[in-house]
Structure formats: structure tokens, C-alpha cells
């Protein structure tokens, strides 16, 4: 009698953070393309339950959920041991929570990247991993000189005004948030540095799309669309003309695809991955464009700057387009009458839980 073919045993990508915005658009990009996925999210962010609903509901047979903590080391090293690849998005995203309780916001950021970290060393050394990094890394960026023109601050350096933040740019972390967010990037590096682990990084400017469960101050540009669609003013804190190059979150996970299937060629390196230049626009820009796509005017608030907030950031996406042969990015008005559509679909309210709102957060 032959035997019974053994049956494959099915190893899956494993997204931590796979709850969130990014996360789940990851998610469901690798289960539509026919991967199985494990989300290993702790479900922190209020509103984050959705998605993994609908995860589910999109592709039952291919994602997998477990409820954990990024600092449950045991189940984090079982998690990796069987993975195929590693995707970190979990993390703590509020600046003001780090503020308030700079401890926790190491032991999720700093020290659950570096436990993850053992864990891929111990279990799985040869199991790429690509890290949500920050371009927080590079501070406030307040020795760059700037003008303010034609309702925009711009740089005075004229390489930095047509190409955008390079990779070069000295760290500078500013903030709790920004110390753990930089130490655990340092981290990834110096593992493939020193132990050889396929790891990359990637320092993100503002991700915008489908699934952002965004507030006042993190997600900006879906909390804008909400607001103007639903009658309710937005709050401009400073004056409106900063700059940030906004990158269509599909875009975002073609580059995390790619970073995995070239990880031999880009392990121990990080890249500024944005919509850069093309994508450049300042906070006024998408509130007139809004207004088109959803055909209502919006109601300004205006607030005195926040700490820290950056007057101007462009990311130089020359090295990481190159590096992973990514395609132009998704122009930004197109994107946001996506984003739009998206959030006028019913059920995508966005979490009302107050002391979220009130943090300024991540991008
Ligand atoms: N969205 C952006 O524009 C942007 C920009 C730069 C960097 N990033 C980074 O990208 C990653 C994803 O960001 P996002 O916008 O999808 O945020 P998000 O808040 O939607 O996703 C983060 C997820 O991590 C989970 N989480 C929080 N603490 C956890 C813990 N202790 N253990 C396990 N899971 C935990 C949350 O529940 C959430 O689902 C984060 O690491 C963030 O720092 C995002």
C-alpha cells in the first residue's frame, strides 16, 4: 500500500501590527495574491477591530488572528519560527501617550522591536523582515532653512527643494516617541549588521487610504476628509502651509513587497520611503482639493503650532525607487478621491474614543 501524501504544511507571512492601517492593507494585498497571513496585533487602537473583521470576511481561508503583544515574547518567537516573512508595524504611534508614559512606549517600540528581534535571531535567522520606521528619526528638521512662497514652505537649499529628505540626513530623535521609534530602527540595522539577519527599514512619511482608522492627529489627511464630509470644522494647528509629501498606502505596501523579495540585496539598509517631490503638499492644498471631490466647503479651525511639528518634509524616494524598482506613486489627488470614496461608503466611522483623539500621534 503507498502511502498517504504527507499533507504541506502551510507556513504564513506574519504582519505584526496587522490590525492597523498599513498593516491590513498589507494584509490584504498578500491573502488576495494568494499568501496565508498570521496578524499578530494587540488591538491597542481603538477602531483597529474592523479590519481585522473584514480581513477575515474578504479572505477567511488565508489570514490568521491572534490577539498578543508585541512584548509576549513566547508567542511572538512561536509566531516567527514559522513564518515566511516578517512584517512590524506594531507599535505605539501616539507622541503623547510616549510623553505621558515614556516607559510603555519604550517597552512596546523599543524593547518589543528588540524582542522580535531575538526572537528571528533564536528561531529564524534567515527569515526576512522589513520594519515601519519613521521620519521622525531625522527630528524637527529646524536647521533647514526655509521660505515661505506661493502658500507653501520650501527649503532654501535647492537640492533639498527638488529632491526632498535623503537618507544621509543625520538622525536626530526628538521626543520619546521619536527615541523609541529610532532606537528600534538603529536595532534592525545593527541585527543585520552583526548577527546577518535579512532585515530592512523603511522611514515612512504621511501613508494615507482605505482603512486608516485616523484622528485629529494622526492620520490627517482621512480625519480631514472626514470632517469636511460630515459638516464638522478642522482644526489647522499653525498655519496650514507646512508641506508633507503623502504616499497612497497601495504604494507604500509595492514597496514593503519589494523590500522582501530583494532583501538580499537591501538587508541592513534603510530607506525614506514617500510620494516625494510630485506628492509634495501642504495641509491647505488637500482641504481645497477635498472640497471639490466632496463638493462641501470646510470649516478652519486655526491653532498655534504644536511642539515639534515639522514646517516642511519631503522624503528623497531617488534611493528606494531605485534600489526596489518601484513605479511613480500614485498622484495625491487621485489618491484622496479614492480615500474619499472609501470613507463615503458606509460604516467607516472613524473611533471616537476621546483620550485618542486628543494625542498627537504618528504622521
Ligand atoms: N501611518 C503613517 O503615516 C506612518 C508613518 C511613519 C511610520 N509609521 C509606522 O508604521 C506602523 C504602522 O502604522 P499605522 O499607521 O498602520 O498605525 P496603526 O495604529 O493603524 O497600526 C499599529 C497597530 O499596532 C497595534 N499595536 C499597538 N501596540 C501594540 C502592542 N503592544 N502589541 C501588538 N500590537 C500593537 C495597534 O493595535 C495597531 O493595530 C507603525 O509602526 C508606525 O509607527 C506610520
Aim: charged share 20%; hydrophobic share 45%.
Amino acid at each position: 500500500m503507498t502511502p498517504a501524501p504527507a499533507l504541506r504544511r502551510i507556513r504564513p507571512v506574519l504582519v505584526t501590527g496587522g490590525a492597523g492601517f498599513i498593516g491590513a492593507n498589507l494584509a490584504q494585498r498578500l491573502a488576495r495574491d494568494g499568501e496565508h497571513v498570521l496578524v499578530l496585533d494587540s488591538l491597542a487602537r481603538p477602531g483597529v477591530e474592523a479590519n481585522v473583521d473584514w480581513l477575515k470576511a474578504v479572505h477567511a481561508t488565508r489570514i490568521s488572528f491572534v490577539k498578543a503583544d508585541i512584548r509576549d515574547f513566547q508567542t511572538c518567537a512561536d509566531a516567527v519560527a514559522d513564518a515566511t516573512a516578517i512584517f512590524h508595524f506594531a507599535a505605539q504611534v501616539a507622541v503623547t501617550t510616549a510623553l505621558n508614559a515614556p516607559l510603555e512606549d519604550f517597552a512596546v517600540n523599543a524593547a518589543g522591536t528588540l524582542g522580535l528581534l531575538e526572537a528571528v535571531r533564536i528561531r529564524a535567522p534567515q527569515t526576512p523582515l522589513v520594519f515601519a520606521s519613521t521620519n521622525k528619526v531625522y527630528g524637527a528638521l529646524s536647521d533647514l532653512p526655509l521660505t515661505l512662497a506661493d502658500g507653501a514652505y520650501a527649503p532654501r537649499d535647492l537640492d533639498i527643494a527638488r529632491f526632498g529628505i535623503g537618507e544621509a540626513r543625520a538622525l536626530d530623535f526628538h521626543t520619546p516617541y521619536g527615541c523609541s521609534k529610532g532606537t528600534a530602527d538603529q536595532y534592525v540595522l545593527d541585527y543585520a549588521r552583526t548577527f546577518g539577519l535579512k532585515a530592512a527599514v523603511m522611514r515612512m512619511s504621511c501613508i494615507y487610504g482605505p482603512r486608516q482608522m485616523g484622528t485629529e492627529d494622526q492620520g490627517w489627511v482621512a480625519h480631514f476628509l472626514r470632517r469636511i464630509a460630515s459638516g464638522e470644522a478642522v482644526t489647522l494647528f499653525g498655519d496650514g502651509h507646512q508641506v508633507r509629501d503623502v504616499l497612497y498606502v497601495e504604494d507604500a505596501v509595492d514597496a514593503y513587497l519589494a523590500a522582501r523579495a530583494r532583501i538580499d540585496q537591501v538587508t541592513g539598509r534603510a530607506f525614506n520611503l514617500g510620494g516625494g517631490p510630485s506628492n509634495a503638499v501642504t495641509l491647505r492644498h488637500v482641504i481645497a482639493h477635498a472640497e471639490q471631490v466632496l463638493g462641501r466647503q470646510a470649516r478652519l479651525e486655526l491653532q498655534p503650532w504644536r511642539t515639534g511639528d515639522q514646517r516642511y518634509y519631503v522624503s528623497d524616494t531617488r534611493t528606494v525607487r531605485a534600489a526596489l524598482g518601484l513605479p511613480a506613486p500614485l498622484d495625491w489627488r487621485e489618491g484622496v478621491a479614492r480615500l474619499a470614496q472609501w470613507i463615503g461608503e458606509a460604516g467607516h466611522q472613524p473611533p471616537t474614543d476621546k483620550a485618542l483623539i486628543a494625542q498627537p500621534m504618528e504622521a
